[in-house]
């Protein structure tokens, strides 16, 4: 939800990782993914949220994170993170 406005915002996440001791269960990615429904956020702000939850819990080898957000405005984004940093 757009923080500014209280627009509804749509988008996909994308997961690219390759994981070490642990991987992710996907019922409980999707239920984490869930809490942002009504949470005002910008869009690199939930990026790098997510990047940072997975890695704590994770704790991947290699993880990105891309972020594909509907236009607003006239622009669409697409916001990418990865760990490590490239």
């Known amino acids: 939800m757009c923080p500014k406005t209280g627009q509804p915002d749509y988008g996909v996440i994308v997961f690219t ?14 239920m984490y993914l869930q809490r942002f429904r009504n949470e005002g956020i910008f869009y690199e702000a939930v990026t790098n949220r997510i990047l940072d939850d997975f890695v704590a819990v994770v704790q991947p080898r290699r ?16 916001i990418i993170v990865e760990y490590p940093e490239t």
């Not at 990782?17 to 999707?30: F, H, I, N, R, T």
């Not at 993880?63 to 697409?78: H, I, Y």
């Open 63 to 78: 993880l990105r994170v891309e972020s594909r957000w509907t236009p607003r405005g006239g622009l669409n984004s697409n």
């Open 17 to 30: 990782y390759v994981p070490d001791q642990v991987c992710v269960e996907l019922k409980s990615l999707k």
